[in-house]
């Protein structure tokens, strides 16, 4: 789409001279893996130039020029940091407090899992224990799964390929994570040049088939986050909608992250305004989408 055709239709959203030019001049981050290192170990052995993240504990920003190759750094090669935008860090902790448990037998899925930054993210956060089950659909992307899950020495899981929107695993999981296939118009200057509305219409019909697949895979009382790295309403709250709207067990619940966000579009309901919208302008980082659903125990 043209830049002015797409400024217009962005401004339907947010103000779209600010997203735009922080779109365009993003700061870098990294996540520490505290499988391997504790922050404060890293902080006194590391030689990158970089400051902590006031969001998130584990998250750095980057203050090496934007050629900087980081993935030629010893702490890449060792597995001590993973590069990954601040607004994909912040998906995983979304979750919290239930993957503060400790808890042993806690079993989470992450449905579209490659290559692994919010999975591997999420296994740091169980502490490596538990079980934690990673999908994708394509063998390929699977495979730069698997040199996330060895560089980062992620323990406590299993991997699968399968189509997301079948998965028939009915109640199995005390969490999921939807991080959906979409357009990508918060995360790439390509996909937005790419864009038009209707691959916003045509991609919701997985998007809603997969979130259906997603939370039937949910045990009862359990969460699910779903989430996009794009901004259409076609991939976003209407996706959740039509689970609230065909499933009376399914409830938004609040996202406990205290971060500048704009909320979900209330000509949905009232609900949405639960819903976290993240524009480039508020964290300097990717545009992002986060819902929380919970499955509600049925009495009976
Ligand atoms: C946004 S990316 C996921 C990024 C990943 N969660 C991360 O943080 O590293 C979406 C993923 O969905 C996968 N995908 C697309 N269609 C799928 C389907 N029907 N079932 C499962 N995964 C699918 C793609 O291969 C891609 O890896």
């Known amino acids: 789409m043209e830049l002015s055709a797409y400024k217009n239709w962005l401004s339907s959203y947010t103000d779209s001279d600010k997203c735009l030019e922080v779109f365009y001049n993003q700061k870098q981050f990294f ?11 890293f902080i006194e052995d590391t030689k990158i130039k970089c400051n902590r993240s006031k969001y998130c504990d584990t998250a750095f920003e980057l203050e090496e020029d934007r050629n900087y190759a980081i993935g030629k750094t010893w702490e ?34 992450d449905v579209a899992a490659a290559p692994g930054s919010k999975f591997s993210h999420i296994a740091a956060l169980m502490k490596n224990k538990g079980v934690l089950v990673g999908n994708d ?14 560089r980062l020495n992620v323990l406590n899981c299993i991997t699968t390929i399968r189509d997301g929107s079948r998965l028939n695993w009915r109640e199995r999981f005390d969490n999921v994570l939807l991080d959906a296939p979409c357009t990508a ?43 996009t790295c794009t901004y259409a309403k076609e991939e976003n709250e209407e996706v959740v909608n039509n689970l609230l709207q065909n499933v009376s067990t399914s409830k938004l619940v609040e ?19 639960k819903c976290y919208r993240i524009y480039p302008q508020h964290i300097q980082s990717e545009g992002f989408f986060i819902a929380k659903i919970k499955k509600l125990e049925v009495l009976g």
């Open 31 to 41: 996540r520490v893996n505290t499988i391997k290192i504790s922050v404060e170990k």
């Open 76 to 109: 890449y090669f060792l597995g001590y940091i993973y590069p990954q935008s601040l607004s994909s860090i912040l998906v995983s902790l979304a979750f919290d407090p239930r993957f503060d448990a400790h808890d042993s037998m806690l079993t989470v899925l």
């Open 137 to 150: 659909i394509k063998k390929e992307k699977i495979s730069a799964l698997y040199s996330t899950i060895n």
């Open 185 to 227: 118009l918060g995360s790439g200057e390509s996909a937005l040049k790419r864009w038009q509305v209707d691959h916003s219409e045509q991609i919701s019909i997985l998007q809603k088939k997969m979130l259906f697949s997603a939370y039937d895979a949910l045990k009862p009382g359990g969460e699910l986050i779903y989430s």
């Open 255 to 273: 996202i406990n992250l205290d971060i500048p966000h704009e909320s979900g579009l209330s000509e949905y309901g009232n609900e949405f305004r």
